[in-house]
């Protein structure tokens, strides 16, 4: 474990975390929709988070983060790892507060993540997902410069922050006339929406979803300790969730509120995305659909008032309409 991971295991995540996230959130931003999906008769309740300003959910542990950190923190700037989605989000909250920000990206990554990054002010450090570690990079970029990491996932203020889309979530069910969530359907690379989710809606039930081939949340869970990814250069679109291994603080977390753990394939995925563009109007990423696919596959059975995640909609175009027409 690095510096920077312990001292952010200083700090533990809490339900009283999530809400103090949450009033500072709903401070700079709108609640994301909640959208009604009639699934095999049955509605289930879809968060559209691909409608926040970066295109996904990860803006809200970015800014609870950033903004928590005191003027000699800012002042030494942030490193952050990231696909695209978490880069963005650190990205915008460094900007919005001043903040310099270096975010450390696979050279793989979509190019519009990469692109729409540097557009917000941060620069871009590239790694091989097959043969570096991003965790290496980071953490010589941190040792000379002495700034902050802003972990993906693995940050406790991480979790807080993403888990106010759960207090959105049961929020708006009641702006409905509905309680609940009574189960939430979550996408799931590192664990740090589940975690957030959990902490927020403790009552919940909390499935996750991983894509074919990265679904080492599932199998750490089953064996009771964190297990790796076993391939990474298995294939796949869901480039917003291929995460090597998941960090303690989520484990913790994710080993006591988790009761369903399952993973789908591209077609699954595509179909998903399709389903989102024709009933919901709306475009989703690869990862971000990840746990709709679960339900509408029946992996996954609805229970009660039923929440899922569409954490993202950060796709390159190409990719997006090659998939629509792989479901077709």
Same mark, same amino acid.
């Given at each position: 474990?690095?510096?920077?991971?312990?001292?952010?295991?200083?700090?533990?995540?809490?339900?009283?975390?999530?809400?103090?996230?949450?009033?500072?959130?709903?401070?700079?931003?709108?609640?994301?929709?909640?959208?009604?999906?009639?699934?095999?008769?049955?509605?289930?309740?879809?968060?559209?988070?691909?409608?926040?300003?970066?295109?996904?959910?990860?803006?809200?542990?970015?800014?609870?983060?950033?903004?928590?950190?005191?003027?000699?923190?800012?002042?030494?700037?942030?490193?952050?790892?990231?696909?695209?989605?978490?880069?963005?989000?650190?990205?915008?909250?460094?900007?919005?507060?001043?903040?310099?920000?270096?975010?450390?990206?696979?050279?793989?990554?979509?190019?519009?993540? $990469?692109?729409?990054?540097?557009?917000? &002010?941060?620069? #871009?450090?590239?790694?091989?997902? *097959? /043969?570096?570690? +991003?965790?290496?990079?980071?953490?010589?970029?941190?040792?000379?410069?002495?700034?902050?990491?802003?972990?993906?996932?693995?940050?406790?203020?991480?979790?807080?922050?993403?888990?106010?889309?759960?207090?959105?979530?049961?929020?708006?069910?009641?702006?409905?006339?509905?309680?609940?969530?009574?189960?939430?359907?979550?996408?799931?690379?590192?664990?740090?929406?589940?975690?957030?989710?959990?902490?927020?809606?403790?009552?919940?039930?909390?499935?996750?979803?991983?894509?074919?081939?990265?679904?080492?949340?599932?199998?750490?869970?089953?064996?009771?300790?964190?297990?790796?990814?076993?391939?990474?250069?298995?294939?796949?679109?869901?480039?917003?969730?291929?995460?090597?291994?998941?960090?303690?603080?989520?484990?913790?977390? $994710?080993?006591?509120?988790?009761?369903? &753990?399952?993973? #789908?394939?591209?077609?699954?995925? *595509? /179909?998903?995305? +399709?389903?989102?563009?024709?009933?919901?109007?709306?475009?989703?990423?690869?990862?971000?659909?990840?746990?709709?696919?679960?339900?509408?596959?029946?992996?996954?059975?609805?229970?009660?008032?039923?929440?899922?995640?569409?954490?993202?909609?950060?796709?390159?175009?190409?990719?997006?309409?090659?998939?629509?027409?792989?479901?077709?």
């Amino acid at each position: 474990m690095t510096e920077q991971e312990l001292a952010a295991a200083q700090k533990v995540p809490t339900h009283e975390g999530v809400l103090r996230a949450m009033t500072k959130i709903a401070d700079i931003l709108p609640k994301t929709p909640l959208l009604p999906l009639e699934v095999d008769g049955v509605t289930i309740w879809c968060k559209a988070e691909m409608l926040q300003p970066i295109g996904a959910f990860k803006i809200r542990g970015a800014w609870h983060r950033l903004s928590d950190l005191n003027a000699e923190e800012r002042a030494q700037g942030v490193v952050g790892v990231s696909s695209g989605n978490h880069a963005q989000g650190v990205a915008w909250a460094a900007k919005r507060l001043g903040i310099s920000a270096t975010i450390v990206m696979p050279s793989n990554a979509p190019r519009m993540k $990469l692109e729409a990054t540097k557009a917000l &002010g941060a620069e #871009v450090v590239l790694y091989d997902r *097959a /043969t570096e570690s +991003r965790e290496e990079v980071a953490a010589a970029l941190i040792a000379q410069s002495g700034a902050t990491l802003v972990h993906a996932f693995g940050d406790p203020w991480v979790i807080e922050g993403q888990g106010t889309a759960g207090i959105e979530i049961a929020q708006q069910l009641c702006d409905f006339g509905l309680s609940g969530p009574d189960m939430i359907v979550s996408c799931c690379g590192g664990g740090g929406l589940a975690s957030g989710l959990a902490l927020a809606c403790p009552n919940a039930e909390i499935a996750i979803v991983e894509p074919e081939g990265w679904d080492d949340i599932i199998r750490s869970l089953a064996a009771g300790e964190i297990l790796p990814v076993k391939d990474l250069t298995h294939p796949t679109y869901c480039d917003a969730l291929q995460t090597p291994q998941t960090y303690p603080v989520n484990f913790e977390i $994710l080993r006591n509120c988790v009761s369903y &753990g399952v993973s #789908v394939t591209t077609d699954e995925v *595509a /179909t998903a995305m +399709r389903v989102v563009f024709e009933s919901l109007h709306l475009v989703v990423e690869p990862g971000g659909a990840v746990a709709l696919a679960a339900v509408l596959t029946g992996k996954i059975q609805p229970k009660g008032v039923t929440a899922v995640t569409l954490s993202g909609g950060n796709v390159d175009r190409e990719l997006f309409v090659k998939l629509l027409a792989q479901a077709a």
